[in-house]
């Protein structure tokens, strides 16, 4: 199944930049979809929830006048994410927001809804599940979603533990529609092998948290950089479900990442912001970062990364092409 014009035809690279929590902004998802890529943020980020409003009026505003301003060169479609968890009492309110808005991209997390899935469909919106195996998967496209975001072992965040090759096979023995594959997707030769895998798009996340444009602190910018993928931990101790995180946010906060307990706790609350207890939270203190960062070696502007994950791109093709051009022929 070919891509929907939505975002086979404007896409600089087949990227969608991930929702990042409490780190994906105006500012970073403007600068990512300027560069070609999908921009997207969770609709929690918009605090108090009034504030969502004002920023897809932003979004919506600012693109429209770069497109205006570069037609040989349009902005890609962006990204609004809602947690379709049950703790979350803010999904009502952010669905009929980003709705009246009519973004062009809806991605659900935690939980998957016939009717929400609707409400998108009923502006012409699309909807992208995240999922983390087989079986997530077909429940997400039984109820109406257009496409799947595999997350994969090395994802960030909340990761699920399959490997890509084994989660893009058995989605592709019975699924035709977009699919975007997340985990560990930090260069331009990473994007290809997505798409040879099976994938149609990449979805990327830590690489942009160490972006000027990233709403984080610069301490987190600087330890992604520094930090390999033996700096990961996968843990579920923090929110009750497992995740990917920084080693060195982890000792930082006073315990010890070798030996953490295991969580029986029910899903941390989205609905309740980054607050100022003392105790260390994720995400704001226990900072989440897939395996691919040992790539990363800078901090640029959003814009200057899509650059830079282009070039990669294109020399990988020419590349593989040459690698590859010599077998099969018997």
């Known amino acids: 199944m070919a891509l929907p014009p939505l975002l086979r035809d404007r896409l600089r690279l087949p990227v969608i930049a991930s929702p990042l929590f ?8 403007i600068a990512q979809c300027r560069a070609g890529v999908v921009g997207s943020f969770p609709a929690l980020n918009a605090r108090p929830a009034s504030l969502l409003d004002e920023w897809l009026h932003r979004i919506t505003e600012e693109l429209a006048a770069w497109d205006k301003a570069h037609p040989e060169a349009p902005s890609a479609p ?18 009929e927001v980003s709705t009246k808005w009519k973004a062009p991209i809806v991605i659900t997390s935690l939980g998957a809804r016939e009717d929400l899935n609707a409400t998108v469909h009923s502006y012409g919106g699309l909807v992208l599940h995240d999922i983390i195996d087989d079986a997530f ?13 595999a997350v994969a072992a090395g994802a960030g965040g909340h990761a699920g533990r399959l490997s890509p090759f084994a989660l893009i096979q058995e989605l592709r023995t019975w699924f035709d529609g977009p699919i975007a594959l997340s985990g560990a997707i930090a260069t331009g030769r990473a994007i290809l092998a997505a798409q ?14 160490a972006t000027q444009e990233a709403n984080a602190r610069q301490e987190y910018k600087e330890m992604i950089v520094a930090s390999k993928a033996a ?36 899903m941390m609350d989205f609905g309740s912001g980054p607050g100022g207890e003392k105790k260390a939270k ?32 294109a020399a990988a093709k020419v590349e593989l092409a040459a690698k590859v051009g010599g077998f099969g022929a018997r």
């Open 137 to 149: 998967g077909r429940k997400a496209v039984e109820k109406g979603a257009d496409g799947l975001v």
């Open 78 to 95: 962006f990204a609004v994410n809602h947690i379709v968890h049950r703790t979350n009492d803010r999904l009502e309110h952010d669905l």
């Open 196 to 209: 040879a895998m099976g994938a149609d798009l990449a979805y990327i996340g830590s690489a942009f948290i």
């Open 282 to 313: 994720a995400w704001r203190d226990i900072w989440g970062s897939g395996q691919g960062i040992g790539a990363l070696d800078d901090i640029p502007p959003a814009g200057e990364l899509v650059a830079r994950l282009a070039r990669e791109y």
């Open 231 to 266: 700096d990961i931990v996968y843990s579920n101790l923090f929110t009750g479900v497992h995740g990917n995180y920084l080693r060195g946010s982890i000792v930082a906060a006073g315990m010890d990442p070798d030996n953490l307990a295991t969580s029986e706790a029910k």
């Open 22 to 29: 409490i780190i994906s902004g105006p500012d970073l998802v």
